[in-house]
């Protein structure tokens, strides 16, 4: 994924490059600002972009194995990972709160973490990923199709 950064109305934004439909080529010259730092202003893009995006929070019940992947997540969750103050349990389980975008999302992105972590809050996080276990387990409880079909010929 391509982008590009420009200055209209003299505001930087970026755009991203396959999402351009249109343009003009002019013989209009740019002189990139001697004080620009791409990586600076990508970071700093991001960050905010990310801060906009993550409007809820999620508390959680982690493994270390899950604590190790909840960090893999996103920059945002892994900054909130690296800047808690985890509560450890005796079973050596930790208790923290990260940011998520919305239930869809943040329950797609947990599921990642497989059976190393547990959703405590909010309760519409919590129910849709216990929804999300039941149809996998009754999805796998049954034997696969193909199989049954070549058992029944045979």
Known sequence: ????????????????LSSIQALTVTSTPFQRPADFDLARF???????????LYRDT??????????????????????AVAGAAPEAEADGWTRLSIPIESIDHAAHELLKLR???????????????AETAQRLAALYRKAP???R?????D
């Open 115 to 129: 059976a190393e972590a547990e959703v405590l809050a909010p309760p519409a996080l919590r129910a849709r990923l």
């Open 149 to 153: 079909k070549a058992a029944e010929r």
């Open 1 to 16: 994924v391509w982008y590009l950064v420009a200055q209209h109305d003299g505001r930087l934004r970026t755009y991203r």
């Open 58 to 79: 999620a508390w959680l019940r982690v493994s270390p194995q899950g604590l190790k992947l909840l960090a893999g997540l996103s920059p945002a969750v892994a900054a």
């Open 145 to 147: 199709r193909a199989r």
């Open 42 to 52: 990508w970071a700093d893009s991001t960050q905010r972009f990310e801060t906009g």
